[in-house]
């Protein structure tokens, strides 16, 4: 598995496993699988409701510690120093583990500054190997860089053919942070798996779109995070070392670019309140 260097000399693989939207009841088993397949970055939130069941899965898996990454995220409804320090410590519970690899702070509302003061202190106590943020426009990205003695090591940001984030990568390249990738294939929309475009040029390396857009992301050097329940697809996904795009077919996806999310604005007042007051248990 291809591997990122983080800036603090963490490495972390290329591509992971993701688990939001997976019921509870089915989160043992996709993790199974996955891990079965040879994923060994895992992806989960405390939002997702199923930290235990991936908790489950990775005990039951046999795998070293040492060759997992593990992520999961923080909650608005736990901001600040003494709710994200509870949290974490409510998380790596659930998650059978004594520390984590990656912890996001999930989203740039209510006090992500103490969270982050947590965060640095669960770090230098090597509680979690690296600290980072997720869904932080360069705005507020920037504000946390500027203001903190540890720099985020990741941005999890929507990133896909239709929203390919090139300005944002190319300031977090410049600051030290990686981008990381979620909704990679905009959960099908646009129509996205029968593209004429990406169609084509899975045709011509044997590939399947959802490959595409894999060596896609993983040639511009994003972190992704794909997701699927069925044991086939995930193993097409990791099946994506052996080939690589031409110049050319990298230009040409860079031209499905629209700049603009499939999904919500972040800093969108309606969506701002919305997620900014739910609360997760």
Same mark, same amino acid.
Not at 25 to 30: F, G, H
Not at 42 to 48: E, G, H, K, V
Not at 135 to 141: A, G, K, S
Not at 215 to 226: A, D, K, T
């Given at each position: 598995?291809?591997?990122?260097?983080?800036?603090? *000399?963490?490495?972390?693989?290329?591509?992971?496993?993701?688990?939001?939207?997976?019921?509870p &009841?089915?989160? &043992?088993?996709? #993790?199974?699988? !996955?891990?079965?397949?040879?994923?060994?970055h895992?992806?989960?939130?405390?939002?997702?409701g199923?930290?235990?069941?991936?908790?489950?899965?990775?005990?039951? /898996?046999?795998?070293?510690? =040492? &060759?997992? $990454?593990?992520?999961?995220?923080?909650? #608005?409804?736990?901001?600040?120093?003494?709710?994200?320090?509870? !949290?974490?410590?409510?998380?790596?519970?659930?998650?059978?583990?004594d520390?984590?690899?990656? $912890?996001?702070?999930?989203?740039?509302?209510?006090?992500?500054?103490?969270?982050?003061?947590?965060?640095?202190?669960?770090?230098?106590?090597?509680?979690?190997?690296?600290?980072?943020?997720s869904?932080?426009?360069?705005?507020?990205?920037v504000?946390?860089?500027?203001? %903190?003695?540890?720099?985020?090591?990741?941005?999890?940001?929507?990133t896909?053919?239709y929203?390919?984030?090139?300005?944002?990568?190319?300031?977090?390249?410049?600051?030290? #942070?990686?981008?990381?990738?979620?909704?990679? $294939? !905009?959960?099908?929309? %646009?129509?996205?798996?029968?593209?004429?475009?990406?169609?084509?040029?899975?045709?011509?390396? *044997?590939? /399947?779109?959802?490959?595409?857009?894999l060596?896609?992301?993983?040639?511009?050097?994003?972190?992704?995070? /794909?997701k699927?329940?069925?044991?086939?697809?995930?193993?097409?996904?990791?099946?994506?070392?052996?080939? #690589?795009?031409?110049?050319?077919?990298? !230009?040409?996806?860079?031209?499905?670019?629209?700049?603009?999310?499939?999904?919500? =604005?972040?800093?969108?007042?309606?969506?701002? /309140?919305?997620?900014? %007051?739910?609360?997760? =248990?």
């Open positions: 598995m291809q591997t990122v260097a983080l800036n603090n *000399g963490v490495r972390m693989p290329i591509l992971g496993f993701g688990v939001y939207q997976i019921p &009841e089915q989160t &043992e088993r996709a #993790v199974t699988d !996955a891990l079965a397949a040879g994923y060994r895992i992806d989960t939130a405390a939002a997702y199923n930290e235990e069941a991936v908790g489950r899965a990775l005990r039951a /898996s046999g795998i070293p510690r =040492d &060759e997992l $990454f593990v992520t999961t995220k923080l909650w #608005v409804s736990d901001a600040g120093e003494d709710g994200a320090r509870r !949290a974490f410590d409510r998380s790596v519970q659930r998650l059978g583990l520390r984590l690899d990656l $912890f996001l702070i999930h989203q740039p509302y209510g006090d992500y500054y103490g969270s982050w003061r947590a965060m640095q202190d669960l770090h230098r106590q090597g509680l979690t190997r690296a600290i980072g943020v869904n932080f426009h360069l705005d507020r990205l504000d946390l860089l500027d203001h %903190n003695e540890i720099p985020p090591a990741v941005d999890q940001i929507e896909h053919p929203f390919q984030r090139t300005d944002d990568q190319a300031l977090m390249r410049e600051r030290g #942070v990686q981008i990381e990738s979620w909704g990679p $294939f !905009a959960e099908g929309r %646009n129509d996205l798996f029968t593209d004429p475009l990406l169609s084509g040029i899975g045709a011509a390396h *044997g590939k /399947s779109v959802a490959q595409v857009v060596r896609w992301l993983i040639q511009r050097e994003v972190v992704v995070i /794909s699927s329940v069925r044991p086939e697809r995930m193993a097409e996904n990791l099946d994506v070392f052996d080939f #690589v795009l031409t110049d050319d077919e990298m !230009a040409r996806i860079a031209e499905m670019d629209t700049g603009a999310s499939l999904f919500f =604005d972040h800093r969108d007042p309606v969506m701002v /309140s919305r997620l900014g %007051n739910a609360r997760v =248990d």
